[in-house]
């Protein structure tokens, strides 16, 4: 639905964006990530037509923003992290001006009545704009991008100034908006990002670093594969049973936390999972598990060691290649 093919973008001297490609498929929320001047914006603004590229193509749904960008902005629906609201009129008037400028074709008292329940915006429907809080002015936003019901949904910051509550309802509605359209995403909360997206692209001084889910970008940079465990059990039975797992290289008691409860320290081969293995084969003898952590990288420290300047090995670079970096 959104294919991304070697873009750049250069203001005299300076590359904001360099040869980047990537794509998002229809019914995935893809989160782009990159830290303030990677070059993020500026392929978002590329990607709405809002300015051009110096080489390269963005396509919407096989359409080149550049050579018909009004087929191609009509598949789109975009929400910036500052909502380009009119203050002075209400919420029922300005979607409507969104809809006569967007020459929606679609019954507009249902489409808008189904619009603000899907956001949860129906209670000021009357009210002028510059009166409602933050949280609702960005739920307005939110509305006027799906205004047309376009294909495409590129959100940046969608959550901004919202409640706690309100953070979990607009995640569960991009959630749900995900299946029915392609969604890019860009955040600063990085919890969002994982809770949300189903796939990650990183963008570090306007080049693609990494290009994955968040749990294989956490596995292709981990340096060790371990897994500590707590477990109620016959301690010497327990060491045998975990020994005995395919893919398992090495199991260290560490201390007995509570009476009949050890810790271990399971070390696997490069790309096992043991943990459904380990589960049935406890559940099997009736012995508990009572905890589980893996030494993996959040995606904070994901984010940390791609944009930080922390010089990646030619391991971690030939396995965020295999990961998905070259899509």
Not at 70 to 97: N, Q, R
Not at 308 to 324: F, I, Q, T
């Amino acid at each position: 639905m959104i294919e991304v093919i070697e873009l750049s973008k250069h203001y005299g001297d300076k590359k904001a964006v360099d040869g980047i490609s990537f794509k998002a498929e229809s019914g995935e929320i893809l989160g782009f990530l990159g830290p303030n001047g990677a070059g993020k914006s500026t392929t978002m603004n590329i990607l709405t037509g809002y300015i051009s590229c110096t080489d390269g193509k963005a396509l919407i749904d096989g359409i080149d923003i550049l050579e018909d960008p009004i087929k191609a902005k009509e598949k789109i629906g975009y929400l910036p992290e500052l909502p380009p609201l009119y203050m002075d009129m209400t919420v029922k008037e300005y979607l409507c001006f969104i809809y006569d400028l967007k020459k929606c074709k679609l019954p507009r008292n249902t489409h808008l009545a189904d619009i603000c329940r899907l956001v949860k915006i129906e209670n000021v429907y009357h009210r002028i704009i510059k009166n409602l809080s933050k949280g609702y002015k960005q739920r307005v936003g939110l509305a006027q991008a799906l205004v047309g019901n376009p294909p495409v949904l590129i959100l940046d910051e969608p959550t901004v100034g919202l409640d706690p509550n309100q953070i979990i309802e607009i995640r569960a509605l991009i959630k749900k908006l995900g299946k029915n359209h392609t969604v890019i995403l860009s955040s600063h909360i990085l919890s969002e990002v994982q809770a949300v997206c189903d796939r990650i692209v990183v963008i570090n001084k306007g080049k693609i670093v990494a290009d994955d889910t968040a749990s294989g970008l956490s596995q292709a940079l981990t340096a060790d594969h371990r897994l500590l465990v707590r477990i109620d059990g016959p301690k010497d039975e327990v060491v045998k049973l975990i020994k005995s797992i395919p893919g398992v290289e090495n199991v260290i008691v560490n201390t007995e936390t509570e009476k009949g409860v050890w810790e271990y320290r399971i070390e696997a081969e490069e790309g096992a999972d043991i943990r459904r293995e380990l589960f049935r084969r406890l559940a099997q003898r009736n012995w508990y598990l009572l905890s589980s952590r893996s030494s993996e990288l959040s995606l904070e420290d994901i984010f940390i060691k791609l944009t930080m300047g922390e010089e990646l090995s030619k391991a971690d670079k030939e396995k965020l290649k295999g990961s998905g970096g070259d899509r």
